[in-house]
């Protein structure tokens, strides 16, 4: 089945503990891209990547790092989470074109910092 | 930079009445403009998009308009019913990047 998986799906941590949030496509997608969504703030693009080993900045990046490593694998990395990263996030993927497609989105994943 | 504008925020219809949500992109070289839905506790998923090379599209109850003139595009929802109430968010990729603007997105809410 083509699916955007994410994991964890649920995250409580703490100020500063670094974490890894996992996103894999088996739809051998060339796009792919993360999200955090907010009430009234609607989906904002943090990072997208258009290949292996090329990424950009979204509109909010401060505070996150990816890296895309292999087509499939698309992390998204806190290395110091603080409370204002609490939301929820996808991540999605393309096939071509970049963003000049449909999107196909994860599951999400809530994150909670305390 | 660029943006893109959403109105209304919130929107509440009688069930068979028509919906319309619109959308206002700053970026005039954009090109591509799709619509995506969101049911409660769901992922978002594409429900129809449009390109600047025509001025609008139809799938069933669903219809895009593009006035690319005046920068704007808007999702139609004919004979609304209650599976049609969710969160809807429009996008406008701004051209030559590969960046992707969503709107602050429209909670439809179809009372039966």
């Known amino acids: 089945e083509a699916q955007v998986t994410q994991n964890p799906r649920y995250l409580i941590t703490v100020t500063g503990k670094k974490l890894t949030v996992t996103c894999s496509q088996n739809?051998?997608?060339?796009?792919m891209s993360w999200y955090r969504q907010d009430p009234g703030l609607g989906l904002r693009q943090i990072y997208y990547?258009?290949?292996?080993?090329?990424?950009d900045k979204g509109d909010v990046p401060e505070g996150y790092k990816v890296s895309r490593k292999e087509k499939r694998n698309f992390p998204l990395i806190l290395e110091s989470p603080s409370p204002n990263q609490t939301s929820l996030y996808f991540c999605?993927?393309?096939?071509?074109?970049?963003?000049?497609?449909?999107?196909?989105f994860g599951p999400g994943t809530r994150l909670t910092v305390t | 930079g660029e943006n893109v504008e959403q109105h209304p925020s919130t929107l509440s219809v009688q069930e068979g009445d028509s919906a319309v949500i619109k959308c206002t992109y700053s970026?005039?070289?954009?090109?591509?403009f799709p619509w995506y839905k969101q049911e409660l506790g769901k992922r978002p998923q594409l429900i129809i998009d449009?390109?600047?090379?025509?001025g609008e599209k139809k799938d069933q109850r669903i219809a895009v308009t593009l006035n690319k003139t005046a920068k704007h595009f808007s999702l139609h929802i004919t004979e609304t019913q209650p599976e049609d109430s969710a969160v809807y968010f429009c996008?406008?990729?701004?051209?030559?990047?590969?960046?992707?603007?969503f709107g602050t997105g429209t909670r439809l809410k179809v009372l039966a």
């Open positions: 970026d005039s070289a954009s090109n591509y």
């Open positions: 449009i390109r600047s090379n025509v």
């Open positions: 996008a406008a990729p701004p051209e030559g990047t590969y960046k992707y603007i």
């Open positions: 739809m051998n997608h060339e796009y």
């Open positions: 990547s258009m290949n292996v080993e090329v990424t």
């Open positions: 999605a993927s393309s096939l071509s074109g970049g963003p000049l497609g449909e999107q196909y």
